[in-house]
C-alpha cells in the first residue's frame, strides 16, 4: 500500500495512457466477441425469467396468429412488425411465423 501512497502525480499521470490502452483493448475484445458470436437472441423481453415459455392451446388461435420471431415485439410472443425496423437497422431478414387455418 506505501507503493501507491508515495506515487507523485505525475507518476499517476503517467499512467493515464496505460489505462486508456486498456479499456480500448477491453472494448476491442468484447466487440471482437460480439460480432463473432452475436450478442444475446433476446434483448429485453421477459429476462426476469429463466427461460421464456409461451404455450396456447390451438382451439384459441383463431383463423390467423402471426408469433414474433425477432424477439423485438411489444406484444411477444405476437408479432408487432418491430422486425421491419430490426432488420433496416441490422441489415436482417428475420420476420414472424404465420399460422393460419386452411380456406
Ligand atoms: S415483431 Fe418480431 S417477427 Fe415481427
Redesign the pocket.
Known sequence: MDFYRNLKVSDWASLIPFGIACVAVGFGVKTLIDKKLGGPVNPAIRKEESKVVDSLDIEDLGNKAVF??????SKFPY?????NAHNTVHADN???LIIKKKE
Not at 68 to 73: L, M
Not at 79 to 83: E, Q, V
Open positions: 414474433c420471431r425477432c424477439w423485438r415485439s408479432c408487432d412488425g418491430s422486425h428475420v420476420g414472424p
